[in-house]
């Protein structure tokens, strides 16, 4: 997906991989948006909108079971695999910016209730982390920094929902903060594919890489 005759090119930095720095992040794969039986999902129904369409077939067909091989793969390797969530405290998501207020009102997004919680197929696993945030970005509200430097991770490999929101903006934030980030393109997804695709193009110019699953779970094995 790079372009070559990109000049911002010869100005992205080249780093090694290292699996023992390495931890998986998966973004807000919750029932609120990330499910075709959430409230964003019913939503669109009740509109008569196919706009979830493209959305929702690509979780089902590429985010979840690309994102099942990346934690097997992990959880083998023994590195730390971390659950992003968003959402409120409470229902009258008060201890969320009043930008995101709303739609954590409409959608019921607030712990404890079903929406958001993270859908079955990837419920975390014993000794997987969960962190709450109530920003688009993790860093902005979650103590996921500090997480990640006690755990001795420096690499992260992102997946999730949704690409060009709270996906982009966490893997920007870390990488500003020094961390080797790689979006894993097929397991990400947003509503629309221009989105999705000028996320991905946009993020290696000097943020970081974008690399499919095969090419991770190949790159990884090769140097574990």
């Known amino acids: ?15 090694s991989i ?3 720095r390495a931890a998986l992040v998966m973004v807000d794969m919750q029932y609120a948006t990330g499910s075709r039986q959430g409230a964003l999902a019913r939503k669109l129904h009740a509109q008569g909108s196919a706009l979830g369409d493209y959305r929702f077939k690509r979780i089902e067909e590429s985010v979840l ?15 730390p695999v971390l659950h992003m969530t968003i ?7 008060l ?9 954590f009102i409409e959608f019921r997004n607030f712990v404890g209730s079903r929406e958001h919680e993270i859908v079955d197929e990837l419920k975390p696993l014993q000794g997987e982390y969960v962190l709450r945030k109530t920003t688009i970005g993790a860093f902005a509200s979650t103590p996921i920094d500090s997480l990640l430097r006690a755990l001795g991770c420096e690499q992260l490999y992102m997946t999730g929902v949704s690409t060009n929101m709270c996906v982009e903006t966490t893997a920007r934030e870390a990488a500003d903060r020094g961390y080797l980030v790689t979006l894993v393109e097929d397991a990400c997804a947003t509503t629309h594919e221009d989105l999705h695709q000028t996320t991905m193009r946009n993020f290696q110019r000097l943020f970081g890489r974008v690399r499919a699953t095969g090419e991770v779970l190949a790159e990884l094995a090769t140097t574990s």
Do not use: C, W
């Open 65 to 79: 079971p690309n994102t099942l091989q990346l934690r097997a793969r992990f959880r083998a390797m023994q590195r």
């Open 87 to 93: 959402g409120a405290a409470h229902a009258d998501a």
């Open 1 to 15: 997906m790079s372009n070559p005759g990109d000049y911002i090119a010869a100005y992205t930095a080249e780093r």
């Open 95 to 103: 201890d969320a910016p009043v930008h995101m207020r709303k739609l």
């Open 18 to 20: 290292d699996p023992a």
